[in-house]
Structure formats: C-alpha cells, structure tokens
C-alpha cells in the first residue's frame, strides 16, 4: 500500500512564501513521477509540479511557472515544492502524488492512481 506523508501548508499572507514535503512508501517502481496537485472549493483540479525518479527532469503548470521550484531525495522517496510569491488564487488543498513512469505521462496528473490526503495551504491578500 503506498502511503504519504505530506507536510508544509499553513496560512501566508500574500507575496509569502512556504515549502511542502511529502514522503511516499509502500511502492517499488523503478523509475517514477512525483508531484503535486491542487483542488480549490469549487474547482477542479490542477496539477501543479511533478519530478522525474529517472532523470531530475521537471514539469511546472505555467499557474506557477517561475514562482514554485519542486525537488526530490530519490534515496527518501521524497519530495518538496517551494512556493514563492504566494497569491490567494494559490489557496487550495495540496495533494502529493505518484505513478510509475510507464503507466502516465509527467503532466497527466489525472491519470496518477496514487496519492496522499493533502495539506491545506491558505494564502491571504
């Protein structure tokens, strides 16, 4: 069973900034994807950032392109999104995610079967 363990969210006011983490286990793929996404009430859902297991290589949605940097500890199975220059368009629940490398693209957050039970991250104006 693959299990997360998500940490990081909190209030901010805007313009600030705050850092996620997220712990996957339970899994054993040999290469995979490890990222984020975001649900706001009312709305759907948007991926936000992923990182290649295999290469380091990355995806950003352009919602957050130059604001957010995502890096991982392949040897903790471990991820982090930096999240700079916070707006309150950026409130939403967070959601860590996985998926093997073969069964989904980077940016096909849709089609990832794994993922933990968020972090709130509230950003005030």
């Known amino acids: 069973e693959v299990q997360f363990v998500e940490s990081g969210g909190g209030l901010v006011q805007a313009g600030g900034s705050l850092r996620l983490s997220c712990s996957a286990t339970g899994f054993s793929f040999d290469f995979y994807h490890i990222g984020w996404f975001r649900q706001a009430p009312g709305k759907e859902r948007e991926g936000v950032s992923c990182i290649s297991s295999r290469d380091g290589s990355t995806f950003y949605a352009e919602s957050v392109k130059g604001r957010f940097t995502i890096s991982s500890d392949n040897a903790k199975n471990t991820v982090y999104l930096h999240m700079n220059s916070l707006t309150p368009e950026d409130t939403a629940v967070y959601y860590c995610?996985?998926?093997?490398?073969?069964?989904?693209?980077?940016?096909?957050?849709?089609?990832?079967?794994?993922w933990g039970k968020g972090t709130q991250v509230t950003v005030s104006s």
């Open positions: 995610e996985v998926e093997e490398e073969r069964l989904a693209a980077m940016w096909e957050f849709s089609e990832y079967h794994y």
